[in-house]
């Protein structure tokens, strides 16, 4: 009778199949496929590890520079209303010049104060930056407006309508500003009111 040997020593008759060798034969493909497979998926889990990782990164970059600037925005708002609110009670204890009275050297002091108050956030080509003073008295309105080019504009007109009727000095104050999102933004218009009643009269 005739013997083939197989790989691993094993003589068998010619025309039978070695047992053992075929499952050793069997058992080193299915190591090696298994071997392969987890290689692969290793890899597949590492490209969309990296692809969530920069999704995630993006999402926090936008938060952290939406939070800055928006903290920006709000410092911002809180420095012009402050502005108004000084300018405001400056005015209410401010004579009247006694013989102009009201004129606008009196509405420019107090614009005046109520810019070197912002600490730089109404200063002169500060974008969109408007302060306007106006006095109500037994004259009507005096009005004086300074935009963001720095020319003052005299006027009768108050500044906004506040329902009073006694003699009162308004404030208004504004600018504006950019809230930034890293991959869009928005300006918005900020503005802050103040009234005080004035209780000198012309």
Not at 14 to 41: D, M
Request: glycine content about 10%; overall charge negative; charged content about 20%.
């Amino acid at each position: 009778m005739r013997t083939t040997r197989d790989s691993l020593g094993t003589e068998t008759p010619s025309g039978q199949l070695p047992v053992e060798g075929s499952r050793g034969h069997r058992s080193t493909r299915f190591t090696a496929w298994i071997s392969l497979g987890q290689g692969s998926s290793s890899r597949g889990d590492s490209g969309a590890a990296v692809v969530e990782m920069a999704f995630i990164f993006s999402l926090l970059v936008m938060l952290l520079v939406g939070v800055v600037t928006s903290a920006i925005a709000f410092g911002q708002k809180n420095q012009i209303e402050n502005a108004a609110r000084e300018a405001s009670r400056y005015a209410a204890t401010l004579a009247p010049d006694p013989v102009t009275g009201i004129d606008n050297a009196w509405l420019e002091a107090v614009r005046n104060v109520a810019q070197e108050a912002a600490h730089g956030n109404l200063d002169s080509g500060v974008e969109g930056q408007h302060i306007c003073v106006a006095h109500f008295g037994s004259s009507g309105w005096q009005r004086l407006v300074q935009d963001d080019g720095g020319a003052a504009v005299p006027g009768t007109a108050p500044c906004y309508p506040d329902g009073l009727s006694d003699p009162r000095v308004q404030v208004e104050t504004g600018r504006d500003t950019e809230i930034n999102a890293a991959f869009f933004s928005f300006d918005i218009s900020l503005v802050a009111p103040a009234t005080a009643r004035y209780e000198r009269v012309e």
